[in-house]
């Protein structure tokens, strides 16, 4: 009854490549939301969606691109990947955007070759 | 904008120390203000939150009390054990339209022997 689920866990894969990122949560929620940690475990919000609708846009290279099919997924899309973009990608959510609390998943773990 | 200065780490604590974390904040309006905690292999738990001034956030242990004076949130525990070790975040939401947005600190490694 996992609350917020990533996959994959891990993804190794080469320069140029595209690769996407899945996120489902079952917990009800309206908000959704991706995030950046770096190798120096500095977190960075990148999108966050509201029942399918994008709420905040980062200043994030248009390579990335979040798409949400309903309000239980939240999903990252990412073409022509860098080795700048090796980081651990966290999808949260929450109940909405006003409600403090935010759930996380466990990661995906990117490594760019 | 808005931005959240946590202590540098790693801090290294044998169990039963006093831990005592530091977070500054900047910010517009009235943030409310918030600790996560990451334990390994895992994604960021709430810890404990507190949205006025003054008020006492507290969980599992560990305190936090927002000053708006010194704009701080520290984060303190009076007796750690090897089970806390993590990393800790603080983190703000700013008041008014920043819908959903949390602001991170860099972290803070906490490691703790027994």
């Given at each position: ?33 991706w995030y950046?940690q ?5 977190l ?44 651990v990608y966290f999808c949260a ?11 996380f998943g466990?990661g ?6 | ?42 994604g960021l ?70």
């Amino acid at each position: 009854d996992t609350a917020v689920s990533q996959t994959p866990k891990y993804l190794v894969t080469q320069m140029g490549n595209d690769k996407s990122i899945k996120c489902e949560q079952n917990l009800g929620h309206d908000t959704m939301y991706w995030y950046k940690q770096d190798s120096k475990k500095f977190l960075k919000i990148m999108f966050s969606y509201n029942n399918k609708e994008l709420i905040i846009n980062e200043t994030v290279p248009n390579r990335f691109s979040p798409k949400s099919p309903d309000k239980a997924h939240l999903n990252l899309h990412i073409n022509s990947l860098e080795l700048g973009d090796s980081a651990v990608y966290f999808c949260a959510s929450s109940q909405d955007g006003l409600v403090f609390e935010q759930y996380f998943g466990p990661g995906t773990r990117l490594t760019v070759t | 904008g808005d931005s959240v200065t946590q202590m540098e780490g790693p801090v290294t604590l044998s169990e039963e120390a006093f831990l005592t974390i530091n977070c500054t904040y900047t910010a517009t309006g009235y943030p409310s203000l918030f600790w996560y905690v990451q334990y390994p292999g895992e994604g960021l738990q709430l810890l404990l939150k507190a949205t006025k001034a003054d008020d006492k956030g507290s969980n599992k242990g560990f305190e936090a009390t927002y000053r708006k004076e010194t704009t701080s949130f520290h984060l303190e525990k009076g007796s750690v054990q090897v089970s806390d070790s993590a990393v800790y975040f603080c983190a703000l939401r700013a008041g008014g339209t920043s819908y959903g947005k949390l602001t991170f600190g860099q972290g803070t490694i906490l490691t703790v022997h027994p």
